[in-house]
Nanobody
Framework: QVQLVESGGGSVQAGGSLRLSCKASRFSFVSGCMGWFRQAPGKEREGVARILLGSGNTDYADSVKGRFTLSRDNANTILYLQMDSLKPEDAAMYYC?????????????????WGQGTQVTVSS
């Protein structure tokens, strides 16, 4: 059973930074797709960033481009999301997700493995 465990959330002031981590178990970083998603209260879950693991191709939501960066530790199967210049509107529960197929997108519906989430709070 694939397991994804997020960590690194917390409370920061606007303009601050956080780095989220997603430790994957029983999921190879050789192929497939992984992504970060977020969901604020009363809003739908939205894609933030995704990576096609085989090629390393990445994509980001327009709202985070230039501020958020994906990276990974292949040996330890950890996916990171570096979040800089945080804004109050970035506050949400952040989820890591994975999909073993060849497709990769920011659509939550594509992914069949999900972590439990880590909370990010940004104060103005």
């Amino acid at each position: 059973q694939v397991q994804l465990v997020e960590s690194g959330g917390g409370s920061v002031q606007a303009g601050g930074s956080l780095r989220l981590s997603c430790k994957a178990s029983r999921f190879s970083f050789v192929s497939g797709c992984m992504g970060w998603f977020r969901q604020a209260p009363g809003k739908e879950r939205e894609g933030v960033a995704r990576i096609l693991l085989g090629s390393g191709n990445t994509d980001y939501a327009d709202s985070v481009k230039g501020r958020f960066t994906l990276s990974r530790d292949n040996a330890n199967t950890i996916l990171y999301l570096q979040m800089d210049s945080l804004k109050p509107e970035d506050a949400a529960m952040y989820y890591c997700a994975a999909f073993r197929g060849g497709l990769c997108s920011l659509s939550p519906g594509l992914f069949n493995y999900w972590g439990q989430g880590t909370q990010v709070t940004v104060s103005s």
